[in-house]
């Protein structure tokens, strides 16, 4: 990829790397041989971001050009607001205060070059800031309030504002950093760029490193470069094609912000914001479901007024489910009235709304892993062992989970297919898990999940390398379409 400085001051850098380019904002702007060019790295380097200026055009004509802006018109957008600044970087706090506690005055400001401070001690949180706000020249402004640091504001530097003697260092900085980027760009030689977003401290993540690594293989097969990203890498969204979330999803969580970020940038992402938001609060799957005539088990919405009605709806034992339960967490079954008592106190605490559904004891349920409203796997997850639940969450590792059994699609009950088919579709077109129970020869749908599991050995069991090279393909015909502007 080439690498493009677009910048006033182009008599600051070195013109003999070959691989990197320096020019001034009227040319990257006005001449064919930019606008014609393809697949360029741009560091937007100009005096100002402010709105409809030559630095805010060099970024959103990049962007137009299917280039890739640092920083971005998204970027630029972010600096503005202070909620979003603190949503962004809430997983930051500890090192803040690790970073700037030997400071004395109640006010500092960081001045952040590709990443790097000049001095040294604080390159940890340069570098963890500049992978949030990408920008080649960042300041980011610190006050301290009630004995805690708290970033009071972030935005790109003008190169006219930095001092003199910074020069040398921003430029070996920078050269660093372009050196680093093209030994990667070396490997990777490929149509598109996939980053998947995950936490590799999570005890229970949607896919274990085999299957990940097996989703990897198919989409190099498919031209599709991947990698791996994780919470600290906002910032970089805009350099990838596509996002793969395979990180535990949740509204009020860095990975919601992802999809929304990602989405803005005009990245194909799974799981997309509204799958996200939709299928995270059961609360909303409930009405939507009953308004839709999908078959579910009984179901009540809880509010702190009809706990009675509800008793008396449902009998006991019943199933009471925190609206953002995951996992088999935040769902308890109940089996008298002080023990829904009990619970409903401590669920109301969080939550003004909660689910209560009727208890349907069944051996295992059927997952139906739904993708671009097509069923790709049948899976029977067996309860754990002397449990209600697939997940024991009281248990060691070995003894926690139910046993499972997959199947070819078609040797699935062709009516929980149905069930779960439909029920996907009314959130999306994305990558679904329909949990399906059969009760007395009926089918209900007990929820609809966003961020499935797929591990190795287990859901892929039947299809097995065929299950991702269909998923890469799905990704491969959106980011094509993407490209061509076909919505």
């Known amino acids: 990829m080439a690498i493009l400085i677009v910048t006033d001051q182009t008599d600051r850098w070195p013109s003999d790397d070959p691989a990197v380019t320096v020019v001034d904002p009227k040319a990257y702007i006005t001449q064919p041989q930019y606008s014609?060019?393809?697949?360029?790295?741009?560091?937007?380097?100009?005096?100002?971001?402010?709105?409809?200026?030559?630095?805010?055009?060099?970024?959103?004509?990049?962007?137009?050009?299917?280039h890739r802006p640092v920083p971005s018109v998204g970027a630029m957008q972010d600096w503005k607001t202070r909620s979003i600044i603190r949503l962004i970087t809430e997983d930051l706090d500890d090192l803040i205060q690790k970073s700037l506690a030997p400071i004395k005055s109640n006010k500092f400001t960081l001045s952040i070059y590709f990443g790097?401070?000049?001095?040294?001690?604080?390159?940890?949180?340069?570098?963890?800031?500049?992978?949030?706000?990408?920008?080649?020249?960042?300041?980011?402004?610190?006050?301290?309030?009630?004995?805690?640091?708290?970033?009071?504001?972030?935005?790109?530097?003008s190169a006219a504002d930095v001092p003199e003697a910074h020069w040398p260092f921003i430029v070996e900085?920078?050269?660093?950093?372009?050196s680093k980027r093209r030994?990667?760009?070396?490997?990777?030689?490929?149509?598109?760029?996939?980053?998947?977003?995950?936490?590799?401290?999570?005890?229970?993540?949607?896919?274990?490193?085999?299957a990940l690594q097996k989703f990897a293989k198919a989409a190099a097969q498919q031209g599709v470069s991947t990698e791996y990203i994780s919470r600290d890498d906002y910032g970089r969204l805009a350099e990838f094609d596509a996002l793969f979330i395979r990180d535990t999803t949740a509204v009020n969580h860095y990975t919601y912000r992802f999809a929304r970020r990602a989405a803005a940038e005009g990245l194909v992402v799974i799981d997309d914001p509204t799958s996200i938001l939709l299928c995270t609060n059961k609360v909303y799957l409930a009405e939507l479901l009953a308004r839709h005539k999908i078959p579910v088990p009984r179901t009540v919405v809880v509010h702190r007024?009809?706990?009675?009605?509800m008793a008396e709806t449902l009998g006991f034992p019943c199933v009471l489910k925190r609206p953002d339960s995951a996992f088999s967490r935040g769902v308890v079954k109940v089996k008298d009235r002080e023990e829904l008592d009990l619970k409903l106190k401590e669920f109301f605490a969080d939550s003004e709304l909660i689910i209560a559904q009727e208890f349907l004891p069944t051996d295992f349920d059927w997952r139906i892993g739904v993708f671009d409203r097509t069923p790709i796997y049948a899976c029977k997850y067996y309860m754990a062992r002397g449990h209600w639940q697939i997940i024991r969450h009281d248990q060691p590792n070995r003894g926690r989970y139910g046993k499972l059994e997959t199947l070819p699609v078609e040797l699935a009950p062709r009516k929980a297919v149905q069930v779960a088919l439909k029920?996907?579709?009314?959130?999306?077109?994305?990558?679904?898990?329909?949990?399906?129970?059969?009760?007395?020869?009926?089918?209900?749908?007990?929820?609809?999940?966003?961020?499935?599991?797929?591990?190795?050995?287990?859901?892929?069991?039947?299809?097995?390398?065929?299950?991702?090279?269909?998923?890469?393909?799905?990704?491969?015909?959106r980011i094509e379409q993407k490209k061509a502007g076909v919505e």
């Open 116 to 157: 790097k401070n000049m001095a040294k001690r604080y390159d940890t949180l340069a570098w963890r800031l500049f992978n949030l706000f990408q920008a080649p020249l960042l300041r980011a402004k610190f006050m301290l309030e009630k004995d805690r640091w708290q970033l009071t504001g972030v935005g790109g530097i």
């Open 183 to 210: 030994s990667v760009a070396k490997v990777k030689k490929t149509r598109f760029d996939m980053a998947i977003l995950r936490n590799p401290d999570d005890p229970e993540p949607p896919s274990d490193e085999v």
């Open 36 to 66: 014609e060019m393809r697949g360029a790295k741009v560091f937007n380097l100009c005096q100002t971001y402010r709105y409809q200026s030559v630095g805010y055009y060099v970024s959103l004509l990049a962007e137009a050009r299917g």
């Open 173 to 178: 900085t920078a050269l660093e950093h372009f």
């Open 305 to 309: 007024e009809n706990a009675d009605q």
């Open 423 to 477: 029920a996907a579709n009314l959130i999306g077109d994305g990558l679904y898990g329909v949990d399906v129970k059969e009760s007395d020869g009926k089918f209900y749908v007990i929820e609809v999940n966003d961020n499935p599991n797929i591990n190795a050995g287990c859901e892929d069991a039947v299809l097995k390398e065929e299950l991702y090279r269909r998923m890469v393909s799905i990704f491969v015909k």
